[in-house]
């Protein structure tokens, strides 16, 4: 019989968020949009606030970008760019609704110093890119097939520096890399495997023997759009199936409830960026 009675070690996080003061669903550009269901605009404003709370409360600091009318998607900051040691990989955002997205983050970044590496390929930040710092070494994992272009795969490997395994979506529902995948530590992942191509699972299988599966039940309660510190896991409510398999697992699950922002198609993770020195 195998017990689990690791210690799970958090690590403290820098992470950006944007306000969903402007958010509307005014446009579908995913299949969770639909632009005739009414959105509570205080609520999410309220559910949102309470997810920065949660951060904060776990000891990290959560930077803001200032949201601007006209870019209803601008509180999924995680689609702004990707961020590895300290070098920024800019996005570039495949629907022209968001384009405008882009500069914002871009000035964010340079206002404050950072490496910024403005993008010639399309990609839309941390919703295609994941980075694992203890996996063999520092692995970034990239979704691709509805968003992100498989050549800003091999711009992203040029531009970070690290080894970057390109990953195929197969399913529209999970049209960005974390609403499928999520790291859960340093050098673990939580993944759908129904959301990746046959070949593309047996990738994972092969890097992440020891990986958290989730159901589809989990899947499409957002569950994998989740942030975790290595030990407290903040994930979506509904999500109770994959909360029990990470406390299996020695995790501290966190839930919250972020139904407004669900009808835009993102929750936790597509609101939070990690900015990596
Ligand atoms: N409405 C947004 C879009 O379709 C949602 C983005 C969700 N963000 C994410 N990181 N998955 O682009």
Not at 67 to 89: H, I, K, Q, S
Not at 92 to 111: D, I, L, N, P, V
């Given at each position: 019989m195998v017990t689990v009675n690791q210690q799970r070690v958090p690590r403290k996080r820098t992470y950006l968020m944007c306000s969903?003061?402007?958010?509307?669903?005014?446009?579908?550009?995913?299949?969770?949009?639909?632009?005739t269901t009414p959105v509570d605009a205080e609520l999410a404003v309220k559910q949102w606030d309470r997810l920065r709370e949660t951060l904060v409360e776990l000891g990290h600091e959560v930077h803001l970008l200032t949201p601007e009318a006209?870019?209803?998607?601008?509180?999924?900051?995680?689609?702004?760019a990707f961020v590895v040691d300290g070098t920024v990989y800019g996005a570039r955002f495949k629907h022209e609704q968001r384009t405008a997205e882009a500069a914002a983050h871009r000035a964010f970044y340079e206002s404050q110093g950072w490496r910024f590496i403005a993008p010639g390929e399309t990609n839309e930040g941390e919703g295609d890119f994941a980075y694992l710092p203890e996996a063999y070494g520092g692995l970034v994992l990239a979704g691709h097939g509805?968003?992100?272009?498989?050549a800003a795969h091999a711009e992203a490997q040029e531009a970070l520096a690290r080894p970057v395994v390109s990953l195929r979506l197969v399913d529209p529902r999970f049209y960005h890399l974390d609403v499928a995948l999520a790291s859960i530590d340093d050098g673990n992942i939580a993944y759908?495997?129904?959301?990746?191509?046959s070949a593309s699972q047996r990738v994972l299988a092969q890097l992440f023997p020891d990986a958290v599966l989730a159901d589809d039940a989990d899947a499409l309660a957002f569950g994998l759009n989740l942030v975790s510190d290595g030990r407290n896991v903040v994930l979506n409510s509904d999500a109770s199936g994959l909360a029990g398999k990470l406390r299996a697992a020695g995790y501290q699950p966190v839930p919250v409830e972020l139904t407004e922002l669900k009808k835009g198609g993102g929750s936790v993770k597509c609101c939070i960026a990690e900015l990596r020195h």
């Amino acid at each position: 019989m195998v017990t689990v009675n690791q210690q799970r070690v958090p690590r403290k996080r820098t992470y950006l968020m944007c306000s969903p003061e402007h958010f509307a669903v005014e446009y579908a550009i995913n299949p969770w949009m639909d632009v005739t269901t009414p959105v509570d605009a205080e609520l999410a404003v309220k559910q949102w606030d309470r997810l920065r709370e949660t951060l904060v409360e776990l000891g990290h600091e959560v930077h803001l970008l200032t949201p601007e009318a006209g870019l209803p998607d601008m509180v999924f900051a995680a689609n702004g760019a990707f961020v590895v040691d300290g070098t920024v990989y800019g996005a570039r955002f495949k629907h022209e609704q968001r384009t405008a997205e882009a500069a914002a983050h871009r000035a964010f970044y340079e206002s404050q110093g950072w490496r910024f590496i403005a993008p010639g390929e399309t990609n839309e930040g941390e919703g295609d890119f994941a980075y694992l710092p203890e996996a063999y070494g520092g692995l970034v994992l990239a979704g691709h097939g509805f968003r992100t272009e498989l050549a800003a795969h091999a711009e992203a490997q040029e531009a970070l520096a690290r080894p970057v395994v390109s990953l195929r979506l197969v399913d529209p529902r999970f049209y960005h890399l974390d609403v499928a995948l999520a790291s859960i530590d340093d050098g673990n992942i939580a993944y759908y495997p129904g959301a990746f191509s046959s070949a593309s699972q047996r990738v994972l299988a092969q890097l992440f023997p020891d990986a958290v599966l989730a159901d589809d039940a989990d899947a499409l309660a957002f569950g994998l759009n989740l942030v975790s510190d290595g030990r407290n896991v903040v994930l979506n409510s509904d999500a109770s199936g994959l909360a029990g398999k990470l406390r299996a697992a020695g995790y501290q699950p966190v839930p919250v409830e972020l139904t407004e922002l669900k009808k835009g198609g993102g929750s936790v993770k597509c609101c939070i960026a990690e900015l990596r020195h």
